[in-house]
């Protein structure tokens, strides 16, 4: 079920919707993001991070699984599942202490990891219609 929408209109926007986002996470929050490529979900990432207090660079870690912030208010576990070969791969990079501990998760792909998530999150799912420009985005936020 849906429990908030809104909708962005260029990127500062949607970092600054994320960043209200870390604001307000608590220890052990754990969000899926959910997105095609190119709308803005590491962007959405960063603003959660600057929420957190993190003020160290944050990429998405496309090809190392897991970036662990632990600078800021709460220790930061920014995962992108999209190239996971299997699912076995997430017990080797030990996500159960990150996805049960007193950190934020943040999931990019996470609904190629499905199965494994915790009982209760956050999905947040960002979408493109291009008929309302080429940098909207509307952001929906469920909680699973």
């Known amino acids: ?18 960043k ?3 604001q307000i ?10 997105g095609d490529l190119g709308v803005g979900k590491t962007v959405f990432t ?3 991070a600057q929420g957190l207090e993190i003020t160290e660079p944050v990429n998405s ?9 632990e600078e800021g208010r709460l220790p930061f576990y920014h995962f992108d ?9 997430m017990d080797e990079i030990g996500y159960e202490d990150c996805f049960y501990g007193e950190g934020v998760c943040l999931v990019e792909w996470a609904n190629l990891i499905e199965e494994l998530m915790p ?7 960002i979408s493109k219609d291009l008929e309302k420009g ?11």
Do not use: W
């Open 46 to 48: 960063q603003g959660v």
């Open 119 to 125: 009982e209760h999150y956050y999905r947040i799912t």
């Open 61 to 69: 870690p496309t090809f190392t699984i897991l970036q662990e912030y």
């Open 134 to 144: 080429f940098d909207y985005r509307r952001i929906e936020v469920e909680e699973i």
């Open 1 to 18: 079920m849906t429990i908030y929408m809104t909708e962005t209109y260029n990127a500062e926007e949607t970092f600054e919707f994320g």
């Open 25 to 34: 996470c608590k220890p052990g929050t754990v969000i899926s993001l959910v």
């Open 81 to 89: 599942v999209y190239r996971i070969g299997d699912i076995e791969e």
């Open 20 to 22: 209200k986002v870390g």
